[in-house]
């Protein structure tokens, strides 16, 4: 089988052993003879993938199924920036938002539909290179949402900024199962899977169940998380590939040792581009400056001599490297080595990052 380094932002890059895992479901699952994408969801082939798929995602977070519940909806991350405040916030409530990059100035103008807004901390002067670190809370705030990992810009939050106790709200869409976070710290997290956790088609939310029953009631069913919770998100037809995929993910996770050792070996993949970039100034510019803001998963960065960007992503191709166009809006670079990339991968880019210094 041949397999390039793809470096793509998502859909990303999946373990080969679940690909092949998963392959064999596309054809039949259970011995049923039916393939995955065939069974009914209300029949028990499917409902045991459901359920254990649940109890893996709590599991893997560090989570119990008596404080907090796991759904798997549709829509992606970017449904979830209107139906977070749909179910959370009123017209006379007030949520604080943290700005710090594409996703999440269009989360704030979602939430902004249905109750206000303050944006308690923003680094947008700074074109979002850098990570705020001072915050204008609101007292009494209904929550505070913060996007943990920035996939367009490259930075990442580490420790989470202190809430006083207001309910903290997380897109963790693209490092979620990469740092080994004290996830408690959530009253809700939710990520689209194709990043770090499955293909595309299903969105994970993770709630406290003191805070999910905290919801309003009048809204339609498709669009509350409770209709959902209490139907054990088979409310109605799940994306049931996904679904299934992202429970094998999550057992090659624990397979792997869990959050802790992906997270060092995160780090480490990080660490051998980093380093690369750092050590050739004249030629290389990172987007984030400052070390404790770079994300493990972005790497992004430019080239000082722009005329030559051509040159680099042909020779990067030429060596079996793709998807390091950066973003359209921000234009430059992008190295995406979520978990399932391979170090070998970021040692070809580190290497290539070095030729590229003393190529004409």
Known sequence: MHRIYNFSAGPAVLPVQVLQEASKGVLEINNSGMSILEVSHRGKDYEEIHHETTERLLRVLGLSAETHTALFLGGGASMQFAMLPMNFLSKEQTADYINTGEWSSKAIKDAKRFGNVNVAGSSEDSLFSVLPTQFNFTTGARYVHITTNNTIEGTEFFPMPYTAGVPLVADCSSDIFAVNRDHHQFDLMYAGAQKNAGPAGVTMVIARKVFLETA??????????????????????????????????????????GLGKLEARNRHKAALIYDALDSYPDVYEPAVKNIAHRSLMNITFR??????????????????????????????????????????????????????????
């Not at 998380?225 to 094998?248: E, M, Q, R």
């Not at 030429?318 to 991968?345: C, I, T, W």
Request: proline content about 5%.
């Open 216 to 257: 309003t009631e009048d809204l339609p069913p498709m669009l509350s998380y409770k209709t959902h919770a209490k139907a054990d998100s088979l409310y109605n037809t799940p994306p049931a590939f996904s679904i299934y995929v992202v429970g094998l993910v999550l057992k090659w996770i624990e397979e792997q040792g």
């Open 303 to 360: 080239l000082r001599d722009k005329g030559r960007e051509k040159q680099f992503l042909e020779g990067a191709e030429a060596k079996n490297m793709q998807g390091l166009k950066g973003h359209r809006s921000v234009g430059g670079f992008r190295a995406s080595v979520y978990n399932a990339f391979p170090e070998d991968g970021c040692e070809a880019l580190a290497e290539y990052l070095k030729s590229f210094v003393h190529t004409a």
